[in-house]
């Protein structure tokens, strides 16, 4: 079986404080990445190709206060300009094995978990803008503990935190014409992670799966046995 962020363990010890949920990042490096970096002109808000919002999406808007928690967190995010990275849906999706769990397919984050969400979106950002990811999809982001669990999600995960973002290059059931643009994408991503991962305290998981992780819980790498050596970008 092939292994995925939601059934592995996160291979380096998480550095939050835990005492709180709040974790802290250096805003200052992000800015100082943005600005040394020249991105390609490309118009802005650099949303990735209009895609069709699931029915199931749509079905859980309607249900509780989710519509209204979910449109709370795109005004936060709106005023960090990172509204339009990826769809909603796509962003509140839990875990792709939501459904052995029993629990959500999508999840607004407590108020709380918001603000952790901002460094790693705008690494997403960044990514998209200088034209490194393009054909993607989102789809694991913020995880209840009981979620976390189910999935086998390690027990400091970041996504417990919404401070992790899992997604696909390409089609769910890429074809052969596909792999080679996957690994040219991955090549690139490697690159932008040797680059600016530093500075980005960015990490880096390229599973087998094909699923990838970032967050920016601290600057490394790892692949499909959870250790940077198996880590395309270490070869
Ligand atoms: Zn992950």
Request: hydrophobic share 30%; aromatic share 0%; charged share 20%.
């Given at each position: 079986m092939l292994m995925s962020c939601q059934t592995v363990q996160d291979p380096i010890v998480h550095p939050?404080?835990?005492?709180?949920?709040?974790l802290i990042f250096n805003q200052k490096t992000l800015t100082q990445v943005q600005n040394n970096t020249t991105p390609p002109?490309?118009?802005?808000?650099?949303?990735?190709?209009s895609k069709p919002t699931p029915p199931s999406y749509t079905q859980w808007l309607a249900q509780k206060n989710h519509a209204q928690q979910a449109n709370a967190y795109e005004i936060f995010l709106a005023k960090h300009q990172?509204?339009?990275?990826?769809?909603p849906f796509e962003l509140l999706?839990?875990?792709?094995?939501w459904q052995k769990c029993f629990g959500q397919e999508y999840a607004v984050p407590t108020q709380e978990l918001w603000q952790n969400q901002v460094s790693t979106l705008k690494v997403l950002k960044l990514l998209v803008e200088q034209n490194i990811l393009d054909d993607f999809e989102v789809t694991s982001v913020y995880r209840d503990l009981p979620t976390n669990q189910c999935v086998g999600g390690?027990?400091?995960?970041r996504h417990l935190y919404n401070s992790a973002i899992d997604f696909r290059i390409?089609?769910?059931?890429?074809q052969t014409t596909d792999l080679q643009r996957i690994a040219l994408t991955k090549t690139k991503l490697c690159q932008f992670w040797r680059q600016h991962g530093a500075n980005l305290n960015l990490g880096l998981g390229v599973y087998a799966s094909g699923q990838i992780h970032i967050d920016t819980q601290g600057f490394r790498t790892w692949g499909a046995n959870l250790n940077r050596q198996t880590s395309i970008c270490s070869l």
């Open positions: 939050m404080n835990q005492s709180s949920k709040q002109k490309r118009d802005v808000p650099t949303v990735t190709p990172l509204a339009q990275i990826v769809p999706r839990t875990a792709r094995d390690a027990s400091e995960s390409g089609p769910a059931t890429p």
